[in-house]
């Protein structure tokens, strides 16, 4: 069953009100308080990562969405990782040897080497990217995308871009006209490319994702 998403903006916010009203009274516990920060975290995430991604976006919007982004990685970096993980549990795929990706083993080696009771701090995304656990990966794919939309915004390449650069891979933007006609543009001769869209009595199959059963 999916949730709205807007159910789990409304809960953050609640939660947050409570918090806020709370703490100015003196009415909830210092252990509380640490109990609070760690599931508003988590419904602010939840919203990020199950809200529809929109076609079309403007450069206010993106700068919304990042200031939530950034706003959730705070909270990230007060939690201990004792508390990361009470909230987001390891995902138990134990294969990344055989595909060359982090997993359970990998994430375990990297909790080693930190103190379990200190603030996460200003390492939480080097934490993340370490961390496997399909809501974070979701989070930080949606991060970058986010970035990478802000850098269009601002006349510069995507993330994407950059590295394909660096490799020496062409790329391509998408562009769609007035009448909803979708095109490559090639930046480097500025040449287009039709998109011919799939036949609509064609179906996708999805493949399942590297963990599942």
């Not at 003196?26 to 990562?49: D, N, Q, R, T």
């Not at 990361?84 to 060359?100: D, R």
């Amino acid at each position: 069953m999916k949730v709205n998403p807007v159910l789990y903006l409304k809960a953050a916010k609640r939660l947050s009100s409570n918090f806020v009203r709370g703490n100015q009274l003196g009415l909830i516990p210092e252990e509380e308080i640490k109990e609070i920060s760690p599931k508003i975290a988590y419904y602010l995430l939840k919203y990020v990562i199950t809200k529809p991604e929109p076609e079309f976006i403007t450069k206010g919007e993106v700068n919304a969405e990042l200031s939530l982004h950034w706003t959730i990685l705070q909270f990230f970096s007060q939690m201990t990782p004792g508390q990361f993980m009470n909230i987001f549990p390891i995902k138990k795929f134990y294969k990344g040897h055989k595909y060359g990706i982090k997993d359970y083993y990998t994430t375990k080696a990297m909790l080693s080497k930190v103190d379990m009771n200190s603030p996460i701090g200003d390492k939480v995304i080097d934490f993340l990217w370490d961390y496997v656990n399909d809501d974070i990966e979701e989070f930080l794919v949606r991060y970058m995308v986010t970035i990478s939309n802000l850098r269009r915004f601002e006349g510069k390449p995507t993330i994407a871009e950059e590295i394909a650069k660096e490799l020496g891979v062409k790329t391509y933007r998408l562009y769609q006209d007035s009448q909803g006609k979708k095109f490559l543009f090639d930046e480097q001769t500025g040449k287009t490319i039709r998109v011919r869209e799939r036949p609509k009595h064609l179906k996708i199959i999805k493949g399942r994702r590297y963990g599942d059963v």
